[in-house]
């Protein structure tokens, strides 16, 4: 999981760095999969449950789940980068959001603010405390701002498949849910918008799309709990 984790991690900060104005969204799905062949890793996503592309690339008020094509981005846009990558049979998973250009305040403030609500989740990933400690963490930072969280998705655990138990809700009851133990790896992925956290799917049967059209944020990690805490599988 390190491995993959480390693959996906390179091809984010390619991503990010490729995601200029003029751009399509095809060419960062192009690049993910020559950096993730070039390691020696596969493509998480592609064919997963039908999906038809190496990466996710939602912007603006898509939430998730958005197929790259030929969309070309715009200075201001505020975009999504989701990436999944198996190596050895094992998976790690992670997902940033990006400001194209300068963009606008409220734009760089969701960013802010959904890696915010990250790592008010990621503290509380450790062995004795309870699965709705995340969710409560994550949900009091995005509230405090006056943001919503988006309702019916959440992390999930991750390793020998890309999606495993347990669900990792991004609002719960603080000391509700399963313990957390030592061993366990979790893919923690606060999802949030400006305006309210519905959603709708789009007729492509995979966009996730904010039912008021409002700007959405997203940010994840897989991280493992150690007998001493959390640690980031997706980061270089």
Known sequence: MRQAGRIVALVLAE??????AG???????????EIIAREGGEPAFRGYRG???????SVNDEVLHGIPGRRVLRAGDLLKLDVGVRWQGMYADAAVSV?????SQLAHRLVEVVEEAFWAGYTMARPGRYLGDIGAAIEEIVRRNGFSVIEGYAGH????????EPSVPNHA?????ILLRSGMTLAIEPMISAGSGQ???KRDGWTVVTRDGSLAAHYEHTVWISESGPVILTQL
């Not at 751009?23 to 999969?33: C, E, G, K, M, Y």
């Not at 999906?51 to 690339?57: E, K, L, M």
């Not at 400001?99 to 963009?103: A, F, L, S, Y």
């Not at 655990?157 to 495993?164: D, F, I, P, S, Y």
């Open 23 to 33: 751009v399509t969204t095809a060419t960062l799905d192009r690049l993910a999969s």
């Open 173 to 177: 009851e603080a000391g509700r849910g």
């Open 99 to 103: 400001v194209v250009g300068r963009g």
């Open 51 to 57: 999906y038809p592309a190496t990466i996710c690339t």
């Open 199 to 201: 959603t709708l799917v």
């Open 157 to 164: 655990g991750v390793g020998r498949a890309l999606h495993e």
């Open 15 to 20: 991503l990010r760095t490729a995601a200029q």
